[in-house]
């Protein structure tokens, strides 16, 4: 080192600190997520501040208005370009704010509010000791069965954080599919991950499976998060960087300057690989792909509904934001590596989840297995790799995740004394006792299984199409048969509703109040709104369909 | 601006389904008058359809076209050629008779919730499967056509597992899984086949970029568009596949049986006389014209799939005991003659198997309506149930000859016209299949003379002695399929004037023209 260089790192460092530049934030173009974190944080405070009587109220106005505002603040960034003309990189680089990232901010954020719907509904559970309740433990902390349990049920306490916790989970899959270096993504990972797992074990009726459950998600999940950041100082120690933007180009060998340590690692292909399939590893837990679905069934079937329904919507829509992310901005360079695995993952993913769930007798695990099979339909349009791929993915996102949420919360409305029947034996007859009921649910059950006119139909037509464009005719193929395989399954819940004779002692179907009502509502006007005239939004995906990088 | 006549046409009974459910449950009388109402519409306007079709015109009328999902290449395109004219008619004809057909069929046994309404339920999915019906005879645009194709299953579907016949030997319970099995057969056979279809069609746009039939019919034509010789071969064995299950062609015929013996009459002729007529109408339009050079590779093995059908479905139709299930087999052995009609690739035989859809459907409609009537007095499907109802219902008897005999092929009755011409058409070219073919003809005289001689003639039996002939609304609907079978079977020119020219067409497309005569050959 010259002697000059020597003196000018003395004089820089001898600075006066104020000159330090502050990081700059971009706070127009990172509002959606500040409002929603904001109202998490309002959330907290009324917990701690607000007596106990008026806090549903105030956590679901709070929530709501705040769900409502950030996808006001998206729509604004929409119109102003972002998605189309311009993209910004907020945030000293961590926050891409780009098309993809704000289609999939707008459907998260819409699947957050019709989820909040579904959790805020207190008519189903008969009122204990005259207090209405939701679907939640009335006390999270009280052991299943003991006398505190009790006492917590007779004082009508009901678990209003997770409303907070509904916010947080939200706030992370925002930044999720947003996130433009990997620290990020591990931290929104994170943030959206722990609040789920808690979420998870707080059933109101069944509680030991809800918490069985919140475990093996948490451990597991513990797992995949772990072989995420070990991928992610892998990634690290081949290209001296976590901005996406320095590791494409350290992958593609187009960086401009090669320090002396970099040229050193970024020959280091094991490095490269093995770091990149371990990030890919712990999205794929998230996604729900074989074979790193183990959890989904178990988590499905314990947790409390809505919050299966909010999970098994907006989870799958920004995991696999942040995969498209990182297979088409950072790893592009990798992709006849990763296209193989991909296309492995893919088939037995499809395939796996259509066979496994013809065997299912609980409608929860059923349509968990069905989401895995859906996830699998997802990977085909992930695996085109080119632009019609990605707008097919951000199509089949939203049209899927309005499906979800409203069979889920359809399952809620079935109930007998012990709560949610979610047995498929009872529900037999179910089209004759309540026809309105059962037919909204046979619309979900055909926009799953991609009848024509509904957004399934629209949405699997799409991801083949790019698939099949993309060179992945045979995964096409794959596709329809697993299909046909899953329409099965599909087909027989329906016969089950409208053939069967209803058993005399069948479950009763409760009204809702007007908020069960909305999401299913919403999820049936989407389910036939894209069926029918998808241009609109197949219009709005594909202007969305640019990465920035 | 005019009235879009091809969307009226569809649109009128899809309104129709939708008001027809939303009818109170107290009044199904009012249900049903509406969903009558609605189908004779739907005929007055298929007639408008018929009578504005110019046959010397150019070859798709009444043509409308608009944007519909642009990222997908999909535009809303219909229009009719002659063959289409021809089948919508048939099935805007059929659906009246059959709703009168089922007038009591879906009255509710015991009374459910308050909100289940069969009865409208019944009619309203009736209306919906003619629009989708006639939307796929419309379409002019493959994936269009796809999207009624397989959505018109799910009323289908709906319509076998829901309403059967009342009175079952067994019981209720065993009448209701039976149902239920042979509708999920129904519908996971035509959703397969309908799947791979889809893959087929996904492919078709990859290849050519759009869905239009006419565009990518052009582009072939003018060498603008080049398909490798297997790329046509699978998709042509895609579409083809689907159509063949519609159709339904052996092997992939077994759903049909299952699905018309548990099916109440009225369906039963719903599903065989016009939604099975989709999957052959498929093959002229989309089989042919998008892939006329695998067509003409994939004859052969047709032909024998065909030959197959014919033989088999008539030798199992000999054999059996229930008089539903044996309609259908004599149905399977018809649509083998039709598929034979369409590949034998020659004029007579594709205007004979367009004319065989028109009177199969006839034919069909008024034997299964009448058996349905018979079996709905007795409560038994069985033949060996009956006998000598001739002497107690000679009507009923009289109409059942007529519609057997017309199954049979007797000259002077319709069928015999068009089976006549897809045999000659066939001989042409292939003068063995046509040979072969013939055995059909001599099995369906044994299989329906001996359903007649064992059900209507010798010894009244004691259960059918006080069986009442039919009735005034029997009559309606018998009567005039009757009238029709006789009139188009001495006078068939109106509709061969309305298919010949369009049947040119399609054998232009497929660049075959009819073998020349031996006599002029040898000059």
């Known amino acids: ?549 | 601006m005019s009235i879009p006549l091809l969307t009226a046409t569809a649109a009128l009974p899809a309104i129709g389904a939708i008001a027809t459910a939303a009818v109170p449950a107290a009044q199904r009388t009012a249900a049903k008058w509406l969903a009558l109402l609605f189908s004779l519409g739907t005929l007055a306007l298929a007639v408008t359809v018929l009578v504005r079709f110019d046959p010397d015109g150019d070859r798709y009328q009444l043509t409308e076209s608009h944007a519909w999902i642009k990222d997908f290449g999909v535009r809303y395109e219909l229009g009719v050629d002659g063959i289409a004219v021809a089948l919508i008619a048939l099935t805007a004809l059929l659906i009246p008779f059959i709703v009168l057909a089922g007038w009591h069929d879906a009255d509710p046994l015991e009374t459910g919730s308050r909100r289940w309404r069969p009865t409208q339920g019944f009619f309203a999915l009736i209306l919906a499967v003619e629009a989708m019906v006639i939307l796929s005879f419309e379409a002019t645009d493959v994936f269009l056509f796809y999207i009624f194709f397989e959505a018109m299953l799910i009323p289908m579907y709906f319509l076998i597992g829901g309403f059967g016949d009342r009175a079952h030997e067994h019981g209720e319970k065993v009448a209701s899984t039976q149902r239920s099995y042979a509708a999920v057969k129904f519908l996971l056979y035509n959703l397969v086949g309908g799947l791979i279809m889809l893959a087929a069609v996904i492919g078709l746009y990859v290849v050519a970029g759009n869905f239009s039939l006419q565009e990518i019919v052009e582009a072939r034509a003018n060498g603008s568009l080049d398909m490798a010789t297997n790329t046509e071969r699978w998709l042509f064995l895609g579409f083809f596949f689907a159509f063949a299950v519609k159709a339904p062609l052996w092997p992939l015929h077994t759903w049909l049986p299952n699905a018309m013996q548990e099916a109440t009459a009225p369906v039963a002729v719903l599903i065989t006389a016009v939604v099975d007529k989709v999957g052959t109408f498929a093959m002229l339009r989309f089989c042919l014209q998008l892939f006329p050079e695998a067509s003409q590779w994939a004859t052969p093995a047709i032909l024998v799939l065909a030959l197959i059908s014919i033989v088999y479905g008539a030798l199992l139709a000999v054999g059996q005991r229930d008089m539903k299930r044996l309609i259908a087999y004599a149905s399977i052995s018809h649509f083998g003659f039709i598929i034979m009609g369409i590949f034998a690739m020659t004029s007579q035989g594709q205007s004979g198997a367009t004319l065989y859809m028109v009177n199969h459907g006839i034919s069909t409609a008024a034997l299964m309506l009448v058996a349905g009537f018979l079996i709905s007095r007795r409560g038994s499907r069985l033949i060996a149930d009956y006998g000598g109802v001739q002497k107690v219902a000679p009507v009923l008897a009289g109409t059942f000859l007529i519609g057997g005999l017309a199954t049979l092929s007797l000259p002077g009755l319709a069928p015999f016209v068009s089976e006549f011409l897809v045999l000659v058409g066939t001989f042409t070219r292939y003068p063995v299949v046509g040979i072969i073919a013939t055995f059909g003809i001599v099995l369906a005289a044994l299989y329906t003379l001996v359903l007649y001689q064992r059900t209507m003639t010798g010894p009244v039996k004691p259960e059918v002695s006080a069986m009442p002939d039919l009735r005034a609304r029997e009559l309606v609907v018998v009567a005039p399929l009757v009238v029709l079978l006789i009139f188009l079977g001495v006078y068939p020119k109106p509709v061969t004037d309305i298919v010949n020219p369009a049947v040119k067409q399609t054998m232009s497309d497929v660049q075959k023209k009819d073998p020349q005569p031996e006599v002029e050959a040898a000059k």
């Open chain 1, 1 to 549: 080192m010259s002697a000059s260089a020597v003196h000018s790192l003395w004089t820089t460092a001898a600075d006066p600190i104020s000159k330090i530049d502050a990081p700059k934030i971009e706070y127009g173009q990172l509002s959606p997520t500040l409002i929603v974190v904001g109202a998490a944080v309002v959330g907290v405070l009324i917990e701690a501040v607000v007596p106990r009587k008026a806090r549903y109220y105030a956590q679901v106005f709070i929530s709501a208005v705040a769900l409502i505002a950030a996808f006001a603040a998206v729509v604004a960034l929409a119109a102003g370009g972002y998605a189309t003309t311009k993209s910004g990189i907020a945030a000293m680089g961590a926050i891409a704010v780009d098309g993809p990232a704000l289609f999939l901010q707008g459907t998260i954020l819409l699947a957050g509010l019709v989820g909040l719907f579904t959790f805020a509904e207190r008519r189903l559970d008969p009122a204990a000791h005259g207090n209405r309740v939701d679907s939640f433990a009335a006390q999270a902390a009280s052991v299943p069965g003991s006398d505190s349990e009790k006492a917590a049920v007779k004082a009508g306490f009901t678990t209003t954080e997770v409303f907070p916790l509904l916010m947080f989970a939200v706030a992370g899959m925002l930044v999720f599919p947003a996130a433009n270096d990997l620290l990020t993504l591990f931290i929104a990972l994170e943030v959206f991950s722990l609040p789920l797992y808690l979420m998870c074990a707080l059933a109101r009726r069944k509680r030991l499976m809800s918490q069985e459950a919140a475990v093996k998600y948490f451990l597991l999940g513990a797992f995949a998060s772990a072989f995420t950041l070990f991928g992610i100082a892998l990634l690290y120690g081949y290209s001296g960087s976590v901005s996406y933007a320095t590791i494409a180009q350290v992958v593609d060998g187009t960086i401009p300057d090669i320090t002396p340590a970099l040229a050193d690692t970024m020959g280091n292909d094991a490095l490269l690989l093995v770091g990149a399939a371990m990030i890919v590893m712990g999205l794929l837990f998230k996604v729900g792909a074989v074979p790193f679905h183990m959890w989904t069934p178990d988590v499905y079937q314990g947790a409390p509904t809505p919050v299966t329904g909010f999970m098994a919507a907006a989870t799958k829509v920004a995991a696999f934001g942040a995969l498209l992310r990182l297979l088409y901005v950072v790893l592009p360079g990798l992709r006849w590596d990763w296209r193989p695995v991909m296309w492995g993952v893919a088939i037995v993913t499809m395939l796996g989840g259509a066979i496994v769930a013809i065997t299912q007798t609980d409608i929860k695990r059923l349509l968990a297995y069905s989401s895995i099979a859906h996830a699998g339909f997802i990977l085909a349009g992930v695996i085109a790799t080119t632009p019609s791929g990605v707008s097919s993915v951000l199509f089949y996102l939203g049209a899927y995740s309005f499906v979800t949420i409203g069979a889920f919360a359809v399952v809620t409305l079935v109930r007998d004394a012990g709560g949610e029947a979610t047995h498929l034996s009872k529900w037999a007859g179910l089209g004759r006792r309540s026809p309105l009921v059962a037919a909204v649910f046979a619309v979900f059950l055909l926009a799953f299984a991609g009848i024509p006119l509904t957004s399934g139909f629209a949405g699997k037509f799409a991801v083949f199409k790019a698939a099949a464009e993309g060179g992945a005719g045979p995964l096409v193929v794959v596709g329809v048969i697993s299909s046909a395989i899953a329409a099965f399954f599909y087909i027989r819940v329906i016969v089950l509703m409208f053939f069967s004779e209803p058993k005399p002692e069948g479950p009763t179907v409760a009204v809702p109040s007007p908020l069960t009502m909305t999401a299913i509502g919403v999820g049936v006007a989407v389910t036939l709104v894209l069926g029918v005239a998808p241009q609109y939004f197949l219009d709005l995906a594909s202007q969305a369909g640019v990465f920035v990088r």
